[in-house]
């Protein structure tokens, strides 16, 4: 039950584009088209951002796009706003049944 | 509206027991897989336990597994969380988080509660 590997930063100036990858195995994020991404800013609880890989919850901006090859989903922001300013977590489904989280990534907009 | 509100949480000393609850409310919560999930202090999310909607089925983070138990009563709306030889690494903010059935995603979120473990 090892946790997905993200980096642990990133950044970008508004109105640029920004990715962050998710890398897992096969017996996770490379099994199955569940792989979802939470934005959590500081004190607060997760929120849902991509399900599914790449299908956006009602509310969520269309700034922010999710996909997957293989073992590694990414996830896109792309036209940065302060308000993106956030810590950013993949999760996975897991072949046993369980669930996994990424080790999450500080995005820092500049 | 749709909410999960956590409760129990507190000061422990090592070893000792404590209950977690989470009371649903504004959705079908007998429809809900329910998980626990926890955040060490400055650390990230972790995934600790997940009970399906009808308590048929229970997965458990290595973590965890013989010392925590989750459980739920849906005539009452309410998950649980009893956590038994608590050491000082279960220090965390714990949430309860709800997945939909049929889904593998997280789509509604308590606030937290949190449990320190100190002698």
């Known amino acids: 039950q090892s946790a997905l590997t993200q980096p642990a930063s990133v950044s970008g100036s508004p109105g640029q584009s920004i990715t962050i990858s998710c890398t897992g195995t096969n017996s996770d994020v490379g099994a199955y088209n569940y792989v979802s991404w939470y934005q959590q800013h500081p004190g607060k609880a997760p929120k849902l951002m991509i399900y599914?890989?790449?299908n956006r919850p009602s509310g969520v901006s269309n700034r922010f796009s999710g996909s997957k090859s293989g073992n590694t989903a990414s996830l896109t922001i792309s036209g940065l706003q302060a308000e993106d300013e956030a810590d950013y977590y993949c999760g996975s489904d897991t072949t046993s049944g369980t669930r996994v989280f990424g080790g999450g990534t500080k995005l820092t907009v500049l | 509206q749709v909410q999960l509100v956590e409760s129990g949480g507190g000061v422990v000393q090592p070893g000792r027991s404590l209950r977690l609850s989470c009371a649903a409310s504004?959705?079908?919560?007998?429809?809900?897989?329910m998980h626990w999930v926890r955040q060490a202090p400055g650390e990230g999310l972790e995934w600790i336990t997940l009970?399906?909607?009808?308590?048929?089925?229970?997965f458990y983070a290595d973590s965890v597994k013989g010392r925590f138990t989750i459980s739920r009563d849906n005539s009452k709306n309410t998950l649980y969380l009893q956590m038994n030889s608590l050491r000082a690494e279960d220090t965390a903010v714990y949430y309860c988080a709800g997945e939909d059935y049929g889904q593998y995603y997280m789509d509604v979120w308590g606030k937290g509660t949190t449990v320190t473990v100190s002698s």
């Open positions: 009970i399906s909607y009808d308590a048929s089925k229970k």
């Open positions: 504004g959705f079908t919560f007998s429809s809900y897989a």
């Open positions: 599914d890989v790449s």
